[in-house]
Every structure is written in C-alpha cells, then in structure tokens.
C-alpha cells in the first residue's frame, strides 16, 4: 500500500500526539542535564508542523514535509528547531514532488532527517547527541531491517548515551556529571523513529 499525502499529515499528527504525551517526561530527562524545557520544546514544535502540513490542501509530499519544517522552525526557537526544519526538508527532497510514494520510501525519510541533522548540527556519533539514536536507525532502514528493528536501534542507541560525556550543547558544562543520564534529544528522536516505523509497517 503506498504512502500518501493524508497519510504524512496523518504521521505528523501522531508525532505531535507522542510529543504531547511524552512531554512532562523529557521535560524531567532535560532536567537532569539542561534546562528542562526539551519536552515543550518538542511538543510545541510537532504540533505546529503538524498544523501547518494539515494547511496543505493540495500539494506533494515535499510540500508538505517544507510546510512543517516551516512550523517547526517557526515554534522552536532552540537548537531543535532548526535541526528538525532541516531534518523535514531533507525528507521531503528525498520523498520529491510526489503525491505518493511507496510505503517502503519511508526508509529513505528516516536516512534523509538522519543526514540533515547531522549536517545542520556539525555532530557526530558518541557525542551524546539526537544523533545517537538517529544514525543507528539510519543505518538499520538502509542495510533493509524490518521496522521493529530500526525503532530497536534508535532506542538503543537513546539508552546508550547515559554512558556518554556530553561533548556539545548545555549539557556539555557539565562535563563527567552528565553521565549516567540519557540525552532527552536522542530519547525523543528515538520515539520519533518509532512513530515513522510504525507507519512504515502499516499495510
């Protein structure tokens, strides 16, 4: 079954939903290391991009992907937003100015919201990062894991950096005190994953 453009304004808005109900949780996984507005940050974000891809009455799914990087910019005015508005550009080039895409394209949308933060962010892996849990699901979607396993490796790779020292961002400062805490960017980018992997195995 292919994807469509009601389906990504539908994706959107469960990207929203998951942010709102996660958000007293990573505003509290924030709180350990920064300053404890990342779940608001991300919650506020989402649902704009969500309402601004449902203002799309009749466009591609490029359209749609650049009007929530838009709202998400818009919204946030923290380092999420312009990794994420460049993470939604980068997947609706890779998507084109289609109206609908092979339900399986959707690995490439997780590859091209890995390599757009990555490049936006000048991170890289073990930095204690979102990219900690985007480059092992981007990684998984390319090498044709199944979806479970991709939202297996992004979460994992969430898990991962409580063992990590914080080497950019406010919880940098913190220097060996961040470890022991996971970053609440890799945490939500995981749970972010999962909601794509979860249209991804639709049928």
């Given at each position: 079954m292919d994807f469509t453009t009601s389906d990504l304004q539908a994706l959107l808005t469960d990207l929203a939903d998951r942010m709102r109900a996660e958000r007293?949780?990573?505003c509290a996984l924030d709180g350990a290391i920064g300053d404890?507005?990342?779940g608001i940050a991300m919650e506020q974000g989402m649902v704009a991009a969500a309402a601004a891809a449902r203002e799309?009455?009749?466009g591609t799914l490029q359209d749609i992907f650049n009007a929530a990087a838009k709202g998400f910019l818009n919204a946030v005015g923290a380092s999420s937003g312009p990794l994420y508005a460049?993470?939604?550009m980068r997947a609706g080039k890779?998507?084109?100015p289609e109206k609908s895409v092979p339900r399986d394209s959707l690995r490439q949308v997780i590859?091209?919201?890995a390599e757009g933060i990555a490049h936006r962010g000048k991170a890289e892996a073990g930095q204690k990062t979102m990219l900690d849990a985007w480059l092992p699901a981007a990684e998984a979607a390319s090498a044709?894991?199944?979806p479970a396993a991709i939202a297996a490796a992004a979460a994992e790779g969430a898990e991962a950096t409580s063992g990590m020292v914080a080497a950019l961002g406010r919880a940098a400062r913190l220097g060996d005190r961040?470890?022991?805490h996971p970053d609440p960017g890799a945490v939500s980018a995981a749970m972010i994953v999962g909601v794509i992997c979860e249209a991804l195995a639709a049928s």
């Open positions: 007293d949780h990573l404890a507005d990342h799309v009455t009749d460049t993470a939604f890779a998507l084109g590859v091209a919201m044709g894991a199944d961040s470890l022991g």
